[in-house]
């Protein structure tokens, strides 16, 4: 209920403008509400009233990153970083934003720490194993996702991923098995699609 959350913060703010939370989490309702720079307004309020946490540095790029504003969520993350360096999650939206931007040495190296801080992160996994297919790194690439899938065995689109690049490493029968996966998993027309090249690929065409 994030419209009737902005009004109540909004006449906290009318009763008490100096607490600064009242800003900072009406600023999360108007993200959530995907009006951006009215969530930038708050949080930048925030930070010239001496709030300047690496959490709102990070909502801050969150919002530019949600804007198409990628060099300034770069900076916005960056200062995150700086203010929290043992949080994986910023590393990780940084990561992203070089992904935006093709900058994909930068990008492996931040899915890279965010891994390192967080062994767990499986999307982290998944995005570097994705920077490793485009650059056709396909054996790196195979086993980001074999990580990622390790981690979360229940997600489709990793079983099919990882069948896409079986399939470009021209192991058939291994894509064959990871598309069969996904489609028992959660049946997509794309997954039946990859499973017929994958048969394609065997000489399997009836």
Not at 76 to 83: C, D, G, L, P, S
Not at 91 to 114: G, S, V, W
């Amino acid at each position: 209920q994030y419209e009737l959350a902005i009004e109540q913060y909004t006449q906290g703010i009318a009763c008490d403008s100096t607490i600064i939370l009242l800003y900072t989490n009406r600023g999360d309702a108007y993200f959530a509400l995907k009006q951006y720079e009215q969530a930038r307004n708050d949080w930048m309020f925030a930070v010239a009233q001496g709030f300047d946490t690496a959490s709102v540095s990070n909502s801050l790029g969150n919002a530019s990153y949600n804007q198409g504003h990628y060099e300034q969520a770069l900076q916005e993350y960056t200062k995150a970083i700086r203010q929290a360096p043992e949080e994986a999650g910023y590393f990780y939206n940084r990561a992203d934003t070089y992904y935006k931007l093709n900058q994909y040495e930068q990008a492996i190296e931040d899915y890279t720490q965010t891994i390192k801080l967080d062994a767990t992160y499986h999307v982290a996994y998944a995005r570097r194993g994705d920077i490793h297919s485009v650059l056709k790194q396909y054996e790196q690439a195979w086993a980001d996702y074999d990580q990622a899938l390790a981690l979360k065995p229940d997600f489709a689109e990793y079983s099919n991923e990882r069948g896409n690049i079986s399939y470009n490493l021209t192991h058939f029968e291994e894509a064959l098995q990871d598309y069969t996966r996904a489609i028992d998993l959660a049946p997509q027309a794309v997954y039946f699609y990859n499973r017929g090249d994958a048969r394609n690929g065997l000489d399997q065409y009836e």
